[in-house]
């Protein structure tokens, strides 16, 4: 409480002197993020196709099979072409992605976008009669209808296409409670309408499931829970709500599918777990949300920290050169108060945390070590000042954590209340929330941001007696403000391991797994 009184403090002292730190205005300027490599992750399935015009009068290609999943062996042939002649057989896909608008204050999310293009999947020769067959294979790649080309001389003579199935699979299918699911969907396009899934267990939602950055395959992982018996797992096309008339649309080959998976003994709660996404390296320069806080420093001391991301209260070594010799040395942490609740605007200020004093030694370096508050997570800077204005800066990630052990009590009765407590949200609209399942279903979010990083969130202990689960994923916040064309906000992402827009911006965000036993 004494820390949030003087980050208050340091806010009012902030917005009455107008000093260091000023909030930006939102500006909504949207950036396509550049997806990260992850392990596994296939680029195009060939190289840019070179520019082609079509043909005034178009022949038919003849695919067959026309229709199978992803890896399935393809035979490709057409007739009336130019006679001997090379054919590049040209496949028509899209590169898919998040949009943000990054800024020095925040990160807002502005949705996903998708770029159509076309790749070289073969090579064939036309006969003298001007046909040609060739074998092919589905290559691994968004779902849904391809166009394929047959292109001469930098000209479409022909056309045909090829529709990319979707399987699933769930693994592994029978195991005691608290059995880590792995539940894989194939084949997800890149349209709005193809391009995300909801997954039910027993018919209560668990979250969505998106392959933006994975092209089409979107992998999430789910807790087995009870009671002991039976269950029901689907996923099924959907922008976040499952599209229940799937066969009466445009796109009825978005059917999904139903899997049992067997709990075959409550084993006891099991432990407290944090699952991470994949640690790729960010695309985006400012990840850092409040790098630019002071841009214009002109120093050329420099400063690095032994950790570049943990959670409140780690313990890190501050090492710095370049500074002013024997002169002290402040050392501040920025960060933010306020909060996005009935807000116009920008409804929050910087604010600098102090860390400490020290002096710099006769050849200007600095060796300290901090501590790292317990406040908001995300992107904060520690910052070095001389003379009252800031030398150097360093980047440092506060990492989400469990608060002891997690809930208010382990053991409850039918119907108790009893809160979830974590550290380290944020407040961008990439991580001020997070989203909460119990038993594997939506029961709703909470917000970290005017407690300052610190959430405690109020549940009630349901389902009869044994171990029952909650499991707490990324959410992608679209309130304050809102933006036209957001999918699959203020829902569970459970594909947040390989695609979530945080990722391009250095934002780790975990899914977050606690138990609770209920008694008679």
């Given amino acids: 409480m004494r820390a949030r009184t003087k980050m208050a403090a340091a806010a009012a002292a902030v917005a009455l002197a107008g000093a260091m730190f000023l909030p930006s205005l939102a500006t909504a ?25 079509p043909a005034a009068v178009m022949t038919t290609l003849a695919t067959t099979p026309d229709i199978a999943p992803a890896g399935t062996p393809f035979t490709l042939s057409g007739s009336g072409l130019p006679a001997s002649q090379p054919v590049s057989i040209v496949w028509g896909t899209a590169n898919v992605t998040w949009v943000v608008d990054a800024r020095p204050d925040s990160v807002d999310y502005l949705g996903r976008s998708a770029t159509k293009v076309q790749v070289v999947l073969g090579q064939a020769q036309t006969d003298a009669q001007g046909r040609f067959s060739v074998k092919l294979t589905a290559p691994r790649d968004f779902g849904g209808i391809h166009d394929i080309y047959a292109v001469v001389n930098g000209v479409q003579v022909a056309k045909g ?101 067997t709990v075959t003994r409550d084993a006891g709660r099991p432990k407290p777990q944090i699952d991470w996404p994949a640690n790729v ?17 002109s120093s050329t001391a ?20 370049g500074l002013a010799p024997n002169a002290p040395v402040g050392m501040e942490w920025a960060t933010v108060v306020g909060n996005r609740v009935n807000c116009t605007g920008t409804c929050w200020s910087f604010v600098s945390v102090p860390l400490g004093t020290t002096t710099a030694k006769a050849d200007g370096s600095v060796a300290a070590p901090i501590t790292i ?127 979530a827009p945080g990722l391009a911006l250095g934002y780790r965000l975990p899914a977050m797994r606690l138990a609770v036993t209920v008694v008679k």
């Fill in 29 to 53: 300027a949207p950036t396509s993020l550049v997806s990260p490599t992850f392990a596994g992750v296939g680029l195009l399935p060939g190289p840019v196709a070179p520019a082609s015009t």
């Fill in 161 to 261: 296409g090829f529709l990319v199935a979707r399987t699933a699979s769930i693994s592994p299918k029978s195991g005691p409670i608290g059995t880590m699911i792995t539940v894989t969907y194939n084949g997800l396009g890149s349209s709005l309408y193809e391009g995300g899934a909801s997954l039910l267990y027993d018919n209560h939602y668990a979250g969505a499931m998106m392959a933006n950055w994975t092209r089409g395959r979107a992998i999430a992982h789910i807790r087995a829970t009870g009671p002991v018996g039976r269950h029901t797992i689907e996923v099924a096309d959907a922008i976040s709500f499952k599209y229940l008339n799937i066969q009466q649309s445009p796109i009825p080959w978005g059917t999904g599918r139903t899997f049992a998976f």
């Fill in 302 to 321: 420099n400063a690095s920290l032994s950790s570049a991301a943990g959670a409140v209260s780690s313990k890190v070594d501050l090492a710095a050169a």
């Fill in 281 to 297: 390296v960010p695309t985006l320069d400012a990840k850092t949300t409040l790098q630019l806080a002071n841009a214009g420093v």
């Fill in 373 to 499: 508050p317990d406040g908001l997570g995300g992107w904060h800077v520690v910052q070095l000042l001389q003379g009252g204005k800031v030398v150097a800066q360093v980047p440092y990630y506060v990492k989400r954590s469990i608060f002891g052990k997690g809930v208010s009590s382990l053991v409850l009765k039918e119907g108790q209340h009893f809160t979830v407590h974590l550290k380290g949200l944020g407040w961008t609209q990439l991580d001020n929330t997070i989203a909460v399942d119990y038993d594997n279903s939506y029961v709703g979010y909470g917000c970290g941001f005017n407690s300052n990083g610190d959430t405690v969130m109020n549940l009630v202990a349901t389902g009869g007696p044994g171990t029952h689960l909650i499991d707490m994923y990324p959410l992608l916040y679209t309130q304050q403000p809102s933006y036209p064309n957001t999918p699959y906000g203020m829902v569970p992402v459970l594909t947040f391991a390989q695609d």
